[in-house]
């Protein structure tokens, strides 16, 4: 966004200025943060007052080593509010956190379908914000990342299989339901979000965060930005054909890639397999038919050297191994994390997807698995938070 500069700008950009330094350096006298930023000293009294009042910053006294007056520090304070993160995929998962991601509460629920669900989680969001009041700390807004293409701003989940949820107005539902400012999101988005501000991310410009599970699905954060496309539906790499045979069919519920590559997709591979007779571990453990396979239980043989289980292992490698290559030429990102369930098996999958990778692409981009695990959707939601509710602003050269 272009702004005309003017006072109030100017003021604005400045306290963005201070804030940043102290979360970043602080605790830091006003002395030493007039410096740095080649502020007037007039200019720093005022902005840590502002900030001061506000609750943002603190002041401690530090002892002169020299023996003289002790000088004064500010720093900046995370409680100063607090902010509820929420993921729904297999369960709902919730926290509270500070102004600096740390999470200070967790509260979880099972994942219902249809109306339920979304009473479910309203249910998670009051206990956090029961937290919140225990701890006598205003809460600054409520993130959330369901399992669907979610339209940006209005928040509506356009379709979530897993949820039965088609053009659920979810953030509007949520805030009248809370009377909290909310913004819902695609929770791979969040995923992305949460690894570049905490996790393997960090300091990324360029990142692609693919997670496995039931879905597929890929956030993309390009130029530091979260890259969501026109029609809210950037990323849905579940959706991508692996070959021509796949053409000419309807993808109504998951799409090409995850009904192959996803869990269930690896269950239903492993299945026929058992059903044609081939010999295997997995036979005993499900009770010979498959029908009471997991995907688990699939990758677990796997790890064990199960002829049956690695030979759907790498049909599963192969699959994604298209989909990375498609995105890697595409993009050409800095960085690829692997999170969602099947990040858990990420030994078996990183360094065979390299492998297949060789000689195809111009440039690889180093495969790594998620810090974070399954905190990344949650920290993500809060990140979107503080950056939707923020006066704050960053000032970069072109």
Known sequence: MRRTGNASLLRRVNRSAVLELLRTAGPLPRAEIARRLQLSAPTITRIAAALLEDGLVLERETIDSTGGRPATLLQFNPRASLVIGIYIGQSIVGALADLSGE??????????????????????????????????????????????????????????????????????????????????????????????????????????????????????????????????????????????????????????????????????????????????????AAN????????????????????????????????????VANLACILDPDRIVVSGDLAAYGELFIDALCARLQGLVPNIPPLVLSELQMDAPVLGAVATVLSETSTALFVRPN
Request: aromatic content about 6%; proline content about 5%; charged content about 15%.
């Open 288 to 323: 010979g038919t498959g029908a009471s396979l997991s995907v688990d239980m699939v990758l677990a043989a796997a790890r064990q050297n199960d002829a049956l289980a690695r030979a759907v292992l790498q049909e599963t490698i192969d699959y994604l191994s298209i989909a």
């Open 103 to 284: 999470i200070i509460r967790r509260h979880s629920a099972p994942a219902l379908p249809g109306r339920d669900g979304i009473t479910q989680v309203v249910k998670v969001i009051e206990a956090l914000r029961r937290n919140a009041v225990e701890m006598a700390i205003p809460v600054r807004g409520v993130g959330v990342g369901a399992p669907s293409i979610v339209t940006y701003p209005e928040g509506i989940v356009v379709w979530s299989p897993s949820l039965g949820w088609r053009n659920v107005p979810l953030q509007q539902m949520l805030q009248q339901a809370l009377d909290l400012p909310v913004f819902v999101e695609n929770e791979v988005n969040l995923i992305a979000l949460g690894e570049r501000w905490q996790g393997a991310g960090r300091g990324i410009e360029n990142m692609i965060c693919i997670s496995l599970g039931d879905g597929i699905g890929a956030g993309l954060v390009l130029n530091g930005r979260l890259y969501r496309g026109s029609h809210s539906a950037s990323g849905e790499v579940g959706y991508l054909i692996p070959g021509q045979q796949f053409l000419g069919r309807v993808y109504d519920t998951y799409g090409c890639l995850e009904g192959l590559a996803g869990s269930s997709g690896i269950v239903r591979r492993a299945q026929a397999r058992l059903a044609a007779g081939e010999p295997s571990m997995l036979a005993n």
